[in-house]
Each structure stands twice: as C-alpha cells, then as structure tokens.
C-alpha cells in the first residue's frame, strides 16, 4: 500500500511553507515529481523546498525554457521542467539524467516523460485546484491548493510519517 499524505493549502504562502517542511528533510539523491497543470503552484512548492534545504528561494524561477536550473542550499538543488521535452529520449539526449538521483537533490515538473520514472523510487507531489475542471466551474478555486504527496519506497515513506502523514 503507498504511503499518502494531503495538505491544504490557502494561499502561495502556505504552499511555499509546506514546502520549506519537505525541503528540511531532504537529502542527496532525493527525487521529488511535482506534477500540477500549468499555474498549480509546482514552482512555489519548488521555492519552499529551496529554502528549506538552506537556498535563496527567490532565485527560484520556473526552469521551463532552460530545462534545468541549480541552486546552492546544503545540499545541490537540481530543479528539472520535462515540459517542453516530447519524449523519453529527450531526457537523455538533453543530459538531464545526470542529475537525478545523484549527488543532489532533484526536483522533476512534468515528470511523466522520464521513461525511468516507475522503476526508481521518488516522491510524487500533486497539486491541485479544487473545482479545476468540474462540469459548470470556471476553475477559478482562488489560492486554495490541494497537495497530495505519495511516497514510492521506503525512504520516501518515511519523509512522509516525518511530514505529520501516514
């Protein structure tokens, strides 16, 4: 049974401090999945993870049309966008494998195209607009968010149970 854990959050703030939580208790060779649609908050939840590893967070931008961005926090922050990438191969042939699982901590927007990605262990991060695409809804829930993070392996169930989940 995977290991869940859900917040709520109100507002990009709150968002930002779930993620300065996970970020405290993140070390090399963590991979974190950020998946959300565009403008769920995947990269204020990125900001939070960055100051809670010891990085300044305001140096954190979408890494969208660079693919990959590094920061300086106590340990190496290598924040990936597979975005713009159309297939598996992409993600090799950019060089952005290097980067995860390493000597860093990795944290992958639009994970799903990494062709790897089920066969290695990780925490995946989902976030979400309440009401987003409900029949009748404008989709506009505001800066409420809901975040569920799901724990694939050991290690990453026990970020979670640390994390207040499980």
């Known amino acids: 049974m995977a290991h869940v854990f859900r917040a709520v959050s109100e507002s990009p703030a709150d968002t930002a401090a779930i993620g300065y939580k996970l970020g405290r208790l993140l070390e090399s060779g963590d991979i974190v999945c950020l ?12 900001r939070g993870i960055a100051a809670g590893m010891g990085a300044d967070a305001s140096r954190v931008a979408s890494p969208t049309f660079t693919l ?7 340990r190496p922050i290598y924040h990936l966008d597979l975005y713009r990438l159309s297939g598996p191969d992409d993600v090799e042939d950019a060089g952005l494998t290097e980067y ?9 927007e639009w994970p799903q195209v ?9 925490l995946d991060v989902s976030i979400t607009a309440p009401g987003a695409g409900d029949t009748g809804d404008t989709g506009d829930s505001g800066d409420r968010r809901e975040l569920e993070f799901r724990a694939h392996g050991a290690r990453y169930e026990s970020i979670l149970e640390a994390m207040g989940g499980c």
């Open 35 to 46: 998946r959300g649609e565009l403008g769920a908050g995947k990269t204020v939840l990125a």
């Open 68 to 74: 990959a961005r590094e920061y300086s926090g106590r």
């Open 114 to 122: 990494y062709r790897y990605l089920n066969e290695i262990d990780r």
């Open 100 to 108: 995860i699982g390493g000597d860093g901590v990795a944290l992958i």
